[in-house]
């Protein structure tokens, strides 16, 4: 299996939920930041390629302390590798606890339950990793996010 990792990628400017960003729809990261999206616009927001997001899936509470993850997680990966089914996303323990990669995998659970989530602790306890995978377009889906594009492009 070929795997291609992204050094370097920008975290600036980011302030929405993961799940947001690895989609890149408007709608959605508005949704996910309380800004109202109503009829269509709210059909658009939480689906792309048969892929449903539940925004609703989580209290003001409970999306204020996943943001919180999120960030954290953005800001704290060291690579991202592409894998045949999805995305990895490595952290250093220092910098993320495997306890908050789980919280938000909980969280994300809820509003996007396509995901199919792996969390793995590996090299002795010195790498975390997440991967995202799931059925057919879940990798396009991560892809056309910011997530696995580099230095903002």
Request: aromatic share 8%.
């Amino acid at each position: 299996m070929k795997s291609e990792k992204f050094r370097g990628l920008s975290t600036s400017g980011i302030s929405v939920a993961l799940a947001a960003l690895l989609l890149g729809a408007p709608g959605l990261m508005a949704a996910r930041n309380g800004m109202a999206v109503d009829g269509a616009k709210q059909q658009a927001a939480d689906s792309w390629g048969g892929l449903y997001c539940n925004i609703k899936a989580l209290t003001a509470g409970e999306r204020a302390r996943h943001k919180a993850l999120t960030d954290k997680l953005l800001a704290a990966r060291n690579e991202v590798v592409e894998t045949d089914k999805g995305y990895e996303f490595q952290y250093s323990p220092e910098r993320m606890s495997v306890a908050e990669v789980a919280e938000w995998v909980v969280a994300e659970s809820k509003c996007c339950p396509f995901y199919d989530f792996h969390i793995d602790l590996e090299k002795e306890g010195k790498l975390i990793c997440l991967r995202l995978t799931g059925r057919e377009g879940v990798k396009e889906f991560i892809r056309r996010g910011r997530w696995v594009r580099r230095n903002g492009q």
